[in-house]
């Protein structure tokens, strides 16, 4: 069974940095992207970008590139999603999503807050 | 970048009927679209990819269908469970700028 898992909810203070994961579990997470989707209280969904865990090649949304950093280990089957510098407008639901294009297995969702 | 736009924003339908849920493209993405049902506090679903194929489980009362710029999804008999938000997705570029519409809300009449 193919399983993404994330970390948990986040409470943090506008400046402070953020990583959470996403460890996958029922397939060779080296050999398929892993990709990140935002979602903002009560809004749409926002694909930010992805990662290729067998060579750490990553790709970014042109509206996230520079604000975030996409990883993955795989000798621990772990995608990640940081910030250096949180702003309030941070605050959202993140999902990761297996795939490269289409994304047929999700995590269940970190939820980031961000007070200012 | 490719702009997604769904229409209507809010649907609102009865058990039993069908339902119409459409999808424009700004510029031509073939078939390289995607649909996905959101229920509340919860992940996406994938429905749909290419446009008409239906994702593992998918019951046959959903059908997707267009090309190029317009797209539906549709819903022969709507079942209580089938009451959630709906998004479509392109897939068209790469390097990846993939864009989702900003969903139809499809609610009990």
């Known amino acids: 069974e193919v399983l993404l898992v994330q970390s948990g909810a986040e409470v943090k203070r506008a400046g402070e940095t953020l990583r959470i994961s996403c460890e996958v579990s029922?397939?060779?997470?080296?050999?398929?992207?892993i990709s990140w989707v935002r979602q903002m209280p009560g809004k749409g969904l926002e694909w930010m970008g992805m990662?290729?865990?067998?060579?750490?090649?990553?790709r970014y949304s042109p509206s996230f590139e520079g604000q975030v950093t996409i990883s993955a280990d795989k000798s621990i089957d772990t995608a990640f999603l940081q910030w250096r510098s949180l702003k309030a407008s941070d605050t959202a639901i993140y999902y990761c999503a297996r795939g490269a294009d289409t994304y047929g297995f999700w995590g269940q969702g970190t939820l980031v807050i961000v007070s200012s | 970048e490719i702009v997604m736009t769904q229409s209507p924003a809010t649907l609102s339908v009865s058990p039993g009927e069908r339902a119409t849920l459409s999808c424009r493209a700004s510029?031509?993405?073939?078939?390289?679209l995607a649909w996905y049902q959101q229920k509340p506090g919860l992940a996406p679903r994938l429905l749909f990819t290419g446009a008409s194929t239906r994702a593992t489980g998918v019951p046959a009362r959903f059908s997707g269908s267009g090309t190029g710029t317009d797209f539906t999804l549709t819903i022969s008999s709507l079942q209580p469970e089938d009451f959630a938000t709906y998004y479509c997705q392109q897939y068209n570029n790469w390097p990846p700028r993939h864009t989702f519409g900003q969903g139809t809300k499809l609610e009990v009449k």
């Open positions: 029922g397939y060779t997470f080296k050999n398929s992207w």
């Open positions: 510029r031509d993405i073939g078939k390289n």
């Open positions: 990662v290729y865990p067998g060579d750490s090649e990553t």
